[in-house]
């Protein structure tokens, strides 16, 4: 989780239930804390749980790290543009 320069919070997706089992996600999603309305940020490369988001100097967030099928690590970034 990451928060934009204009005041929205990019959610970069982990563990999600699927019938009860985690699963993980691959999905970005916004949530404008002002208008307390979610949206999608579309979808990373690879499913991520455990990941780290920082906000880049040009306004983008980086999303790094993780695993992506337990135990198999990520060797992947993805960079938003929201």
Do not use: C, H
Not at 13 to 19: D, K, L, N, T, Y
């Amino acid at each position: 989780m990451v928060r934009l320069t204009e005041g929205r919070v990019l959610i970069a997706e982990g563990f999600a239930p699927v019938q009860g089992d985690p699963y993980v996600a691959s999905a970005d999603d916004l949530f404008d804390p002002s208008a307390g309305t979610w949206s999608s940020a579309g979808t990373m490369s690879s499913n991520r749980a455990g990941r780290v988001a920082v906000l880049l100097q040009d306004k983008r967030a980086l999303v790094t790290g993780a695993i992506s099928t337990e135990p198999t690590a990520t060797a992947s970034v993805d960079i938003s543009t929201e």
